[in-house]
């Protein structure tokens, strides 16, 4: 099985970018396809994006469509989430995961997941 550990959450103004890592081991990540969600408190676990195994295939909820990008290098074990103009409402814990069909937005069609990274947006 894989094992994913995110990284690069923190606290940013509005309007500011942050970019979030996903490393893997255990197995190579050329063999998921990869997705990021997140969850604020009290509220459900969000589809932020997906991508498919060779990268060539994204999807993006709405809530971050044109402002954040979803990418992988499958050389580096690793996933990435660029988050540009950042809003308030984008603040939540964000989590990576991996599975080994094709892409989904659906968090329960997920295999594996990462712990969370907090990302905090100041308005």
């Known amino acids: 099985q894989v094992q994913l550990v995110e990284s690069g959450g923190g606290l940013v103004q509005a309007g500011g970018s942050l970019r979030l890592s996903c490393a893997a081991s255990?197995?190579?990540?050329?063999?998921?396809?990869m997705g990021w969600f997140r969850q604020a408190p009290g509220k459900e676990r969000e589809f932020v994006a997906t991508?498919?195994?060779?990268?060539?295939?994204?999807y993006y909820g709405d809530s971050v469509k044109g402002r954040f990008t979803i990418s992988r290098d499958n050389a580096k074990n690793t996933e990435y989430l660029q988050m540009n103009s950042l809003k308030p409402e984008d603040t939540a814990g964000y989590y990576c995961?991996?599975?080994?069909?094709?892409?989904?937005?659906?968090?329960?069609?997920?295999?594996?997941w990462g712990q969370g990274t907090q990302v905090t947006v100041s308005s």
């Open positions: 995961a991996a599975r080994q069909d094709g892409t989904s937005r659906y968090a329960r069609q997920y295999d594996y």
């Open positions: 255990g197995r190579t990540i050329s063999e998921y396809a």
């Open positions: 991508i498919s195994r060779s990268g060539a295939i994204t």
